[in-house]
């Protein structure tokens, strides 16, 4: 079974922090994302990684940046955390194959910024 | 701009009867669609998804989905609820042009709750 691992399940981080969220998968996949979830948002794109040290933005970078210095570890930065990034952040993976296989989810880092 | 949407925040339905979850979506290209599943402080897991061939699909936990094409539409159904079927759930497509990269493009999601 595919496991994508997040690091923390609830974090609470005070405004102008420097904050990392960590993900981790285990089945040696190209590419991991970043995603926002928001009530009545849905889940909105921050960033993904389609290679190691590659990354592309998503629909909402702002704010954030990310690392993947190894295949299978995909971080998230908050470079100086504010109240309006108060959100549940998911992690997912994925093969880079033309069978649409679908993304593996983490459970989620429900983080507070007070 | 490609996208999804849910148009219902909640669907209530009753134990043992049918369910259905609605989604449309505007996409360029032929579309790949997927449907997820929460579960309250869990990630997404996958139910089903549509790539290509028979309209209707088959996915994990008794889920279907049927694709048309004329409306656009991609809906969730379920011949018999069950309690055990309320959660969050959200239709996804892949966009047009993303490549190999899974982007997936998600809906608002919809809360469906099953009464006993």
């Known amino acids: 079974d595919v496991k994508v691992t997040q690091s923390s399940r609830y974090l609470v981080k005070r405004t102008g922090e420097k904050v990392f969220l960590e993900c981790v998968q285990d089945?040696?996949?190209?590419?991991m994302f970043w995603y926002r979830q928001d009530p009545g948002l849905g889940l909105r794109l921050i960033y993904f990684s389609y290679d190691v040290k590659m990354k592309e933005k998503g629909d909402i970078p702002e704010g954030y940046s990310v690392s993947r210095e190894k295949k299978e570890r995909f971080s998230l930065i908050l470079e100086s955390a504010s109240t309006n990034q108060t959100s549940m952040y998911l992690c997912?993976?994925?093969?880079?194959?033309?069978?649409?296989?679908?993304?593996?989810f983490g459970n989620g880092t429900r983080l507070t910024v007070t | 701009a490609q996208s999804v949407a849910q148009p219902e925040d909640q669907v209530n339905v009753a134990e043992g009867n049918p369910l259905t979850v609605k989604c449309t979506y505007s996409?360029?290209?032929?579309?790949?669609l997927f449907w997820y599943v929460q579960y309250p402080n869990r990630g997404l897991q996958f139910l089903l998804k549509?790539?290509?061939?028979?309209?209707l699909v088959k996915g994990s936990y008794g889920f279907e989905a049927e694709f048309n094409k004329s409306q656009t539409s991609f809906h969730l159904k379920k011949p018999s609820a069950l309690v055990s079927d309320s959660a969050l759930y959200f239709c996804a497509v892949r966009p047009y042009g993303s490549g190999n990269t899974g982007k997936l493009i998600f809906g608002q999601g919809t809360t469906l709750q099953v009464k006993p």
């Open positions: 089945m040696d996949h190209e590419n």
């Open positions: 549509y790539i290509t061939g028979d309209n």
């Open positions: 997912a993976s994925g093969g880079a194959d033309e069978s649409n296989s679908p993304l593996h």
């Open positions: 996409v360029s290209g032929n579309p790949y």
